[in-house]
């Protein structure tokens, strides 16, 4: 086991990172007419479908800056503005599973629309539909670990798992033995973290790189008028 460890998060994280980077760049060199989001509003476009691309966009955004923050940020600088191990944790998991339920249901909708409407499904490529999964599988196994902190509410395994992140972006090689221990679905989350950075130069989410500052001012871009 500790062979598989080392190879999925002590090596993982940097064949990852590397193809994310790399791969992201070669895509914009050789293929800019293909970044793009490829928006599907024109095969339909409902209110529900509006709300639900807006809690799904919101929900993932928060989620990420979230969790960037909180595995990154070292202990004494949390210390230093009066918040505890315990009580970090407490906000993480009520933030978590507020963010998560938000980006959850907006997920929902988006991947039913992806897998049940013909018109939809007929114009999506199979990359489409395999993030759209992960983006799901990954969602889940986040919130159930919201379920499986209430049994550390001292913040140990929290501090385990940002410690192994913190090791990994100083270039530090022990960083899987952080994570060794912790409970599967902790290493699941972050291992399903692992396939959508590999897999994000391949599929439409490149576009996250080209979100300008406007973009939180613009309005509702209109494909087809109703």
Request: proline share 2%; hydrophobic share 50%; aromatic share 16%.
């Given at each position: 086991?500790?062979?598989?460890?080392?190879?999925?998060?002590g090596?993982?994280p940097?064949?990852?990172?590397t193809?994310?980077?790399?791969?992201?760049?070669?895509?914009?060199?050789?293929?800019?007419?293909?970044?793009?989001?490829?928006?599907?509003?024109?095969?339909?476009?409902?209110?529900?479908?509006?709300?639900?691309?807006?809690?799904?966009?919101v929900?993932?955004?928060?989620?990420?800056?979230?969790h960037?923050?909180?595995?990154?940020?070292?202990a004494p600088v949390y210390?230093a503005?009066g918040?505890?191990?315990?009580?970090?944790?407490?906000?993480?998991?009520?933030?978590?599973?507020?963010?998560?339920?938000?980006?959850?249901?907006?997920?929902?909708y988006?991947?039913?629309?992806?897998?049940?409407n013909?018109?939809?499904r007929?114009?999506?490529?199979?990359?489409?539909?395999?993030?759209?999964?992960l983006?799901?599988?990954?969602?889940?196994?986040?919130?159930?670990?919201?379920?499986?902190?209430?049994?550390?509410?001292?913040?140990?395994?929290m501090?385990?798992?940002?410690?192994?992140?913190?090791?990994?972006?100083t270039?530090?090689?022990?960083?899987?033995?952080?994570?060794?221990?912790v409970?599967w679905?902790?290493?699941?989350?972050?291992?399903l973290?692992?396939?959508?950075?590999?897999?994000?130069p391949?599929?439409?989410?490149?576009?996250?790189?080209?979100?300008?500052?406007?973009?939180?001012?613009?309005?509702?871009?209109?494909?087809?008028?109703?």
């Open positions: 086991m500790d062979y598989f460890n080392q190879l999925i998060f090596v993982g940097y064949l990852a990172g193809i994310f980077l790399l791969g992201s760049y070669l895509r914009y060199e050789r293929g800019q007419y293909t970044w793009r989001a490829m928006s599907s509003q024109i095969f339909t476009s409902t209110p529900n479908f509006r709300r639900a691309s807006i809690a799904f966009h929900g993932i955004l928060l989620l990420f800056f979230g960037l923050f909180g595995l990154l940020t070292p210390h503005l918040l505890s191990t315990s009580a970090k944790q407490l906000v993480a998991m009520v933030a978590g599973g507020l963010f998560g339920t938000l980006c959850f249901v907006g997920l929902t988006l991947l039913w629309r992806r897998l049940f013909e018109r939809v007929a114009n999506s490529a199979p990359m489409d539909t395999f993030i759209i999964l983006l799901y599988l990954q969602l889940i196994t986040g919130l159930i670990s919201i379920g499986v902190s209430t049994q550390h509410m001292d913040g140990s395994v501090v385990l798992l940002a410690t192994w992140a913190q090791h990994i972006v270039f530090r090689p022990e960083a899987w033995q952080y994570i060794a221990d409970h679905v902790y290493k699941v989350h972050v291992f973290g692992l396939v959508m950075f590999t897999a994000f391949f599929s439409r989410l490149v576009h996250i790189w080209s979100w300008p500052v406007a973009y939180v001012r613009r309005s509702y871009q209109v494909v087809r008028s109703q």
